[in-house]
């Protein structure tokens, strides 16, 4: 099972970005859906995660200007965050868990993550 994530960039203070990440491979079904970050010197932290049912859950830094949505369809997930701040500078990782088609076990998986800059 791969991720190909897209989106990231060079964003100034204020401004808006949207990132998205694609699943693919033998997957029977994609149980939660997220999104976490990275910046230079800190620990992976959860930025927001959302559930097969489409319940969500936002980091406090965050929850205010940011919306997380999938389609389940599309094996896909996306994270649009607005009034982006400095701090928001980190590698962005997506994360699936799922049920692999070839063993049906719930198994999780990371993408190689994009870089987000937000600096004027």
């Known amino acids: 099972v791969q991720l190909a994530e897209s989106g990231g960039g060079l964003v100034q203070p204020g401004g808006s970005l949207s990132l998205s990440c694609v699943a693919s491979?033998?997957?029977?079904?994609?149980?939660?859906m997220g999104w976490y970050r990275q910046a230079p010197g800190k620990q992976r932290e959860l930025v927001a995660k959302?559930?097969?049912?489409?319940?969500?859950n936002y980091a406090d830094s965050v929850k205010d200007r940011s919306i997380i949505s999938r389609d389940n369809a599309k094996k896909t997930v996306w994270l649009q965050m607005n009034s982006l701040k400095p701090e928001d500078t980190a590698v962005y990782y997506c994360?699936?868990?799922?049920?692999?088609?070839?063993?049906?076990?719930?198994?999780?998986?990371w993408g190689q993550g994009t870089l987000v800059t937000v600096s004027s």
């Open positions: 959302i559930t097969s049912g489409g319940s969500t």
């Open positions: 491979g033998p997957i029977f079904r994609i149980n939660a």
């Open positions: 994360n699936v868990e799922f049920v692999g088609a070839l063993s049906y076990r719930t198994l999780e998986t």
